[in-house]
């Protein structure tokens, strides 16, 4: 039971290059969220989808899109990425109105 | 818009003295929640209150949500070093999809041995 996952652990972008960040979970979980972590801002949410099949912005979508594969799978995708996209990113999951389980999170840098 | 304050931003105790977060949200929340990061971490569930007044208490841990339902405070007694984190409260979103939270800005703490 590995729970949530995240792929990659670390990654260096250039500015202007794209990328996808993935994420799956082994819960049976409905709900699924991408959070981004910048020091001293706490977690800001950036796209959640509460079902397979349905996706929704969150406080800081700008910049992200997001696909709900299937229901193990949410990746979240960095068309043109950005220096202000250099953050740490955690995927979660849950069941409505329960905890969050958090996966080991993706350091990203943008060049 | 909705708001959860976390408040001190920084503590450092020593090894054996208490610590004390606080959580103020600008809304009525049905319910709180506590996570910890221990460094290059990430976020782990601690506890969930539900109830107005309600007290939990996990080893030195002890949680509280206020009558009011607007606040919450983390109490640690006689912290470790296996204490050192940040810790997080949430709440849900006012009007928001259920299950999606609103973290505060979270409390760092160290502990000196």
């Known amino acids: 039971n590995a729970g949530v996952t995240q792929t990659p652990k670390f990654q260096v972008l250039k500015t202007g290059q794209s990328m996808t960040l993935q994420c799956a979970q082994d819960m049976n979980h409905n709900s699924m969220y991408w959070y981004r972590q910048d020091p001293g801002m706490g977690l800001r949410l950036i796209y959640y989808?509460?079902?397979?099949?349905?996706?929704d912005k969150g406080e800081v979508p700008n910049g992200y899109n997001v696909s709900r594969l299937n229901k193990r799978e949410f990746s979240l995708r960095l068309e043109s990425a950005a220096p202000s996209q250099t953050s740490v990113y955690f995927c979660?999951?849950?069941?409505?109105?329960?905890?969050?389980?958090f996966g080991p999170g993706t350091r990203l840098t943008v060049t | 818009g909705q708001q959860v304050m976390q408040i001190p931003q920084y503590q450092h105790v020593q090894e054996g003295e208490d610590f004390t977060t606080y959580c103020n949200s600008s809304?009525?929340?049905?319910?709180i929640q506590w996570y910890k990061q221990r460094p290059g971490g990430h976020p782990v569930f601690l506890i969930q209150?539900?109830?107005?007044?309600e007290v939990k208490k996990q080893k030195r841990l002890t949680f509280q949500f206020g009558e009011a339902k607007k606040n919450s405070s983390l109490h640690i007694t006689a912290t470790q070093t296996t204490d050192v984190g940040t810790y997080f409260c949430a709440g849900p979103i006012y009007g928001g999809s259920q299950g999606n939270l609103i973290f505060g800005k979270g409390t760092k703490l160290s502990v000196k041995p």
């Open positions: 809304t009525t929340l049905s319910n």
């Open positions: 979660a999951s849950s069941e409505r109105g329960h905890e969050q389980y």
């Open positions: 209150l539900v109830k107005s007044g």
């Open positions: 989808s509460a079902s397979e099949g349905t996706t």
